[in-house]
């Protein structure tokens, strides 16, 4: 019968407890606020926004030529140089509707990941801060 080796077991078993790894991403978040239109993904169109106020504009790092309109993520705030920023771990659902460096308002941080519509950022933050570091995944 067939002996599996001493240190065989312990091995196999850290392997299977350990926790997946994530499908996160991580970056930076700062907001913007009116005007929002026109966008870069639909235009003058009003019908683009949200009826709950969650989206955002995407970054260098993800607008993707474009392809990035109409793309969803989920985010969360990890952290900030504020102490205390982030709101207890409250994710959100936000969509894509411009590109960040082409935005009518100025962000409160230029080059971050994603620049969040003020109301998505106020929901995932306690405090008055201009950036925050954010986890985000697509959906």
Do not use: K
């Not at 850290?14 to 026109?38: D, R």
């Not at 639909?42 to 009826?51: N, R, V």
């Not at 970054?59 to 982030?86: F, H, K, M």
């Not at 994710?91 to 411009?98: E, K, N, P, R, S």
Request: hydrophobic share 40%; net charge negative; glycine share 8%.
């Amino acid at each position: 019968m067939w002996t599996p080796p001493p240190l065989l077991l312990p091995w196999l078993l850290t392997f299977l407890l350990l926790p997946m790894p994530s499908l996160a991403e991580v970056g930076t978040a700062s907001f913007y606020g009116p005007p929002y239109l026109p966008t870069a993904c639909h235009g003058s169109d009003e019908g683009q926004f949200p009826a709950d106020n969650l989206f955002a504009a995407a970054g260098q790092g993800i607008w993707d030529n474009g392809a990035s309109c109409g793309r969803e993520y989920l985010v969360r705030c990890l952290s900030s140089a504020t102490p205390d920023a982030c709101a207890g771990g409250r994710t959100i659902q936000v969509a894509i509707l411009d590109q960040a460096a082409a935005l009518n308002s100025m962000p409160s941080r230029n080059g971050t990941t994603m620049v969040l519509s003020t109301t998505a950022f106020r929901m995932i933050t306690q405090q008055s801060v201009d950036v925050i570091n954010i986890e985000f995944t697509q959906v």
